[in-house]
Nanobody, 116 residues
Framework: QVQLVESGGGFVQPGGSLRLSCAAS????????MRWYRQAPGKERELVAI????????NYADSVKGRFTISRDNAKSALYLQMNSLKAEDTAVYYC?????????WGQGTQVTVSS
């Protein structure tokens, strides 16, 4: 069965960095586009970044462009999100996502808290 397991969240001061990881299993990882989403308290889940199956194409939400980098290691079935210059407004639960029609698959999420 498809499994997505996020890790790497934590507490960091403004301006700091974190690297999130998502371990994928149960499907042919390399052929699927992968996404990172986040959900802050009281807000809707929002798309943060997308990466193509090969890793050659990426897209970002305007709010994180230039600060976050999505990447993947298809040999390890792993997805990453490098987050630099973190701001308080980046505080959220971060989820990795894969859409394998007709289902959307989500991990359990990892909490990122940015605060002084």
């Amino acid at each position: 069965q498809v499994q997505l397991v996020e890790s790497g969240g934590g507490f960091v001061q403004p301006g700091g960095s974190l690297r999130l990881s998502c371990a994928a299993s149960g499907f042919t990882f390399m052929i699927y586009e992968m996404r990172w989403y986040r959900q802050a308290p009281g807000k809707e889940r929002e798309l943060v970044a997308i990466i193509s199956g090969s890793g050659s194409i990426t897209n970002y939400a305007d709010s994180v462009k230039g600060r976050f980098t999505i990447s993947r290691d298809n040999a390890k079935s792993a997805l990453y999100l490098q987050m630099n210059s973190l701001k308080a407004e980046d505080t959220a639960v971060y989820y990795c996502n894969c859409n394998i029609n007709p289902r959307k698959y989500w991990g359990q999420g990892t909490q990122v808290t940015v605060s002084s």
